[in-house]
Nanobody, 127 residues
Framework: QVQLVESGGGSKQAGGSLTLSCTAS????????VGWFRQAPGKEREFVAG????????RYGNSALGRFTISLENAKNTLNLQMSSLKFEDTAVYYC????????????????????WGQGAQVTVSS
């Protein structure tokens, strides 16, 4: 079982940048497929970005394409989400997640595919 803790949330003006981090307890994150989701008030949880267990395949939700980057720092056992060109509509609680995967090249993009979740980090973008 893995425990995930997000950090780095906060308030930014539109156009700014922010990096979220997700640190995992043992075992190490490179044993799982990982991803980021977000949920705004009154909306369903939305896929933001995902990475396969082998670290090679990456996928982004439409809202994140070209602006967000997912990466894994193995030495720190930390999953990052670099966000740039922030928009008001990026305001949400952001969650990192990990999924058990028997196929190392798969990226998962739906919440039900993930077993482990962080507590969430609030990101607020002002226009």
């Amino acid at each position: 079982q893995v425990q995930l803790v997000e950090s780095g949330g906060g308030s930014k003006q539109a156009g700014g940048s922010l990096t979220l981090s997700c640190t995992a307890s043992r075992p190490t994150l490179n044993l799982y497929a990982v991803g980021w989701f977000r949920q705004a008030p009154g909306k369903e949880r939305e896929f933001v970005a995902g990475m396969s267990k082998d670290g090679i395949q990456k996928r982004y939700g439409n809202s994140a394409l070209g602006r967000f980057t997912i990466s894994l720092e193995n030495a720190k056992n930390t999953l990052n989400l670099q966000m740039s060109s922030l928009k008001f509509e990026d305001t949400a609680v952001y969650y990192c997640a990990a999924a058990t995967s028997h196929l190392p090249m798969l990226v998962f993009d739906t919440p039900s595919q993930y077993t482990y979740w962080g507590q969430g980090a609030q990101v607020t973008v002002s226009s």
